[in-house]
């Protein structure tokens, strides 16, 4: 993974600094995913790689399909 900045409000920068490593995660995968969404939206097949390296990359760190589903139930 790269590291980039972006620009938030006060506030915003307030709680990321606040939040504990796991929210700060789980928002982090989230802004990963969405701008990857808006970035690729044109190009199907270099999103289609990036979701299938993100895959491969979170296999690696431990994320289970038991844990995937566990967070999307929250989601919902």
């Given at each position: 993974?790269e ?9 915003v920068a307030k709680?990321?600094?606040d939040?504990?490593s796991?929210k700060?995660?789980d928002?982090?995968n989230k802004?990963n995913i ?7 939206e044109?190009?199907?097949a270099?999103f289609l ?14 994320l289970?399909?038991e844990?995937l589903d566990?967070?999307l139930?929250d989601?919902?």
């Amino acid at each position: 993974m790269e590291r980039i900045v972006l620009e938030v409000d006060d506030k915003v920068a307030k709680a990321w600094r606040d939040a504990p490593s796991d929210k700060r995660r789980d928002i982090s995968n989230k802004i990963n995913i969405r701008m990857s969404k808006e970035l690729f939206e044109y190009d199907k097949a270099a999103f289609l790689q990036y979701l299938d390296g993100l895959r491969n990359e979170m296999a690696e760190r431990g994320l289970t399909q038991e844990i995937l589903d566990d967070i999307l139930k929250d989601e919902a």
